[in-house]
Nanobody, 121 residues
């Protein structure tokens, strides 16, 4: 499966943005879709993940209660809704797939091109 993230842009602190991750190819029911981000000069970090076939989600503590991961099965698309954004949310956001319900970057594959989110204060 190939993944392509989109929807990034410039948003003011406190605002909202929705990122999309479009998948081309088959998404197996065992897949986990994950969102990660990488800020300038920092390592890539986990943001959120969900099982494709079961209602299981998990979030990084820094985004919990502000970000929401979801999907549209018919469109083979995963989403990340960013609410109440902060300047520290500024990063390139990536989506990727895994067969493990994990927060570990190394467990994910088929990384798509990222989309830049810039939060102004």
């Amino acid at each position: 499966v190939q993944l392509q993230a989109s929807g990034g842009g410039l948003v003011q602190a406190g605002g909202s943005l929705r990122l999309s991750c479009a998948a081309s190819g088959r998404i197996y029911s065992s897949y986990v879709m994950g969102w990660f981000r990488q800020a300038p000069g920092k390592e890539r970090e986990f943001v959120a993940a969900m099982r494709w076939s079961r209602p299981s989600t998990m979030y990084a503590a820094s985004v919990k209660d502000r970000f929401t991961i979801s999907k549209n099965n018919a469109q083979n698309t995963a989403y990340l809704q960013l609410n109440s954004v902060k300047p520290e949310d500024t990063a390139v956001y990536y989506c990727a797939a895994s067969i493990q319900f994990s927060k570990e970057t190394r467990e994910y594959f088929n990384w798509g091109q990222g989309t830049l989110v810039t939060v102004s204060s």
